[in-house]
């Protein structure tokens, strides 16, 4: 079955801290793509990034980075020197075929609160 | 700008009432999703479309109904049939593998 686990239902930081949110999925796929959104207040979903399962290289972009590891089937997200407009609902998904066809599969997210 | 519009932006439905939602995308993506997002339930997918004609049923389909006529329109029905329908709802679009990307969404809410 496919799963994607962030076990982190919450958080909350004083602006500058860096912040990791988590996430564990579980997949029987051996290609499979992993992403993160996210929800700001408004409620539209932003894409933040997409890894495929074949590379492992951790990215940065500006002050985000992202840490994939197959080992311990994570992929990780942190936000270095945080800021209030960091603040939002952060998701975690897997994409896997079925049947031919693809489906994203989130997880429950974790709300981040950056306050001044 | 391409992108993906969803209307309305808020709607109200009285119990029995079928209401239908709207999500139009010009981006030229065969594949169209419908989610479901409920307070720390993440999203649930309702029906899912990979190509003009046909469509299959996700994770929550009871209650709701779709279509695709089009390749750039895939209307959600919320029927008389689904007992909790008061959520946000998602809809999405993606090329094969490329990330999905998202409408504005639309709250329902059941008076």
């Known amino acids: 079955a496919q799963k994607v686990t962030q076990a982190q239902t919450e958080i909350s930081v004083v602006e500058k801290e860096d912040v990791t949110l988590d996430c564990v999925y579980e997949?029987?796929?051996?290609?499979?793509?992993l992403f993160w959104y996210k929800q700001p207040p408004s409620g539209e979903l932003v894409f933040l990034i997409r890894?495929?399962?074949?590379?492992?290289q951790n990215e940065i972009s500006g002050r985000y980075s992202w840490n994939f590891q197959k080992s311990t089937s994570s992929f990780n997200f942190t936000i270095t020197a945080s800021q209030v407009v960091d603040s939002a609902v952060y998701f975690c998904a897997l994409i896997h075929t079925q049947g031919g066809s693809e489906k994203l599969v989130f997880g429950k997210g974790t709300k981040l609160t950056v306050n001044p | 700008d391409g992108g993906i519009t969803q209307s309305p932006k808020y709607l109200f439905r009285k119990e029995g009432q079928n209401v239908t939602l709207s999500c139009e995308q010009n981006?030229?993506?065969?594949?169209m999703y419908w989610y479901r997002q409920d307070p720390g339930q993440g999203l649930r997918l309702i029906y899912y479309s990979q190509i003009v004609n046909d469509f299959q049923k996700g994770d929550i389909a009871e209650g709701y109904s779709v279509s695709r006529e089009k390749k750039e329109s895939f209307p959600l029905t919320v029927t008389s049939a689904q007992k909790n329908p008061t959520a946000f709802y998602l809809c999405a679009s993606s090329a094969s593998y490329i990330e999905q990307f998202f409408g504005p969404g639309t709250r329902l809410t059941v008076l």
């Open positions: 890894r495929n399962s074949f590379d492992e």
């Open positions: 981006l030229n993506h065969d594949a």
């Open positions: 997949t029987r796929d051996t290609t499979y793509y």
